[in-house]
């Protein structure tokens, strides 16, 4: 069984950076890992996503050119850096883990973290 526990989420002005990290007990190295956020009211949606290699990465367009997504060398975290953050994401960013190759889709990932709150002042 795999658990996954996020950290490094908090409140920041916008511009501002923070970094996400997701912790895995169990081991994710064959797992592709991803980052999800659902602003209240919203629907979760993708924001970012690396293989189990870390050489693949995908992202949502909103989050291009400003986060980057990367894993250790052991490979069983996996962090994001968000950069000129904007009050647009605000969400709580939830860590996720699946046998698949990277994907958009929330189906695809068997496992979740409890996720952790980011708040972008303006």
């Known amino acids: 069984q795999v658990q996954l526990v996020e950290s490094g989420g908090g409140l920041v002005e916008a511009g501002g950076s923070l970094r996400l990290s997701c912790e895995a007990s169990?081991?994710?190295?064959?797992?592709?890992m991803a980052w999800f956020r659902q602003a209240p009211g919203k629907e979760r949606e993708f924001v970012a996503a690396?293989?189990?290699?870390?050489?693949?990465?995908l992202y949502t367009d909103s989050a291009k050119g400003r986060f980057t997504i990367s894993r250790d060398g052991a490979r069983n975290s996996v962090r994001l850096h968000m950069n000129s953050l904007k009050p647009e994401d605000t969400a709580v960013y939830y860590c996720?883990?699946?046998?698949?190759?990277?994907?958009?889709?929330?189906?695809?990932?068997?496992?979740w973290g409890q996720g952790t709150q980011v708040t972008v002042s303006s």
């Open positions: 996720a883990a699946g046998l698949q190759v990277v994907h958009r889709d929330s189906a695809m990932y068997d496992y």
């Open positions: 169990g081991t994710v190295g064959s797992y592709a």
């Open positions: 690396i293989n189990w290699s870390g050489r693949n990465t």
